[in-house]
């Protein structure tokens, strides 16, 4: 009995070692609402005279994500791709010909930086 529990134990505990942490993370899915880029709070207006009204980012459980941001012209745009994580990391990879780029997962805020933009948001 003891060699069965054991072997069990066993068993469980290389299952557990083998999870992917480069692989979709569950524990990250969900949506998340943009709340700063570089510091300054929505409506964020770009030097190129757009205004973000809001953002939401998604990110499901299958590895994909969709980002739909919001301007004040009511305009609305649309990002879809899929993500990566590697224990607090995240790394985007759009389905466009945006580069790709990443950032960091703490409990329920992320942060993503994309060329000179920090994006700051929580999870809802």
Known sequence: MRRIAFALCIA????ACQTDSTGPGASVAGTYELDT????????????GATL?????????DGS????????????????????TNNNDIQ???DSGIPEYGGT???SF???TSGSFRSAYHRL
């Open 110 to 112: 992320l942060v993503t």
């Open 37 to 48: 880029i570089n510091g300054n709070t929505l409506p964020y207006t770009f030097t190129g």
């Open 92 to 94: 985007f990879q759009p």
């Open 12 to 15: 469980l505990g290389l299952s």
């Open 105 to 107: 997962v703490n409990g």
């Open 65 to 84: 994500y969709s980002d739909v941001v919001e301007y004040s012209n009511g305009s609305t745009t649309i990002e879809r791709g899929t993500f990566f």
């Open 53 to 61: 009204t809001a953002d939401q980012l998604t990110l499901n459980s």
